[in-house]
């Protein structure tokens, strides 16, 4: 909206509401798919991995990854990383980018 403009405001029911949240939540509209390169620095299978980027240190949900996977990455490893990322509003505002990954690729992008 624009500053000089009121604010439009919209009603649905709470039926309508449930709806449209369960659907954009079921087709994952709110998310993007993302490759991370980094330089992993910390390696866990019950917390997130901490994967420093060029731009900064990312905290990725690494919990479907296969174990096989978790157990033959090291710290210092350089990856490529196939994320979710979803980004989320707090209740002061600010804004949160969350990723879960998917897979660990290959140097050429290949599983």
Do not use: N, Y
């Not at 905290?59 to 350089?78: F, I, M, N, Y």
């Amino acid at each position: 909206m624009e500053p000089e403009r009121p604010t439009v405001r919209a009603s649905l029911p709470v039926s309508a509401a449930g709806w449209i949240r369960e659907f954009v939540t079921g087709r994952e509209l709110d998310e993007e798919e993302l490759t991370l390169v980094g330089v992993v620095r910390t390696v866990s299978d019950i917390a997130k991995w901490s994967v420093e980027t060029a731009e900064r240190l990312e905290q990725v949900d690494a919990s479907r990854l296969p174990v096989e996977v978790v157990h033959s990455t090291k710290v210092g490893d350089e990856i490529r990383l196939l994320v979710l990322a979803r980004l989320t509003e707090r209740p002061d505002g600010t804004v949160r980018r969350e990723m879960s990954a998917r897979q660990l690729l290959a140097d050429d992008g290949r599983e």
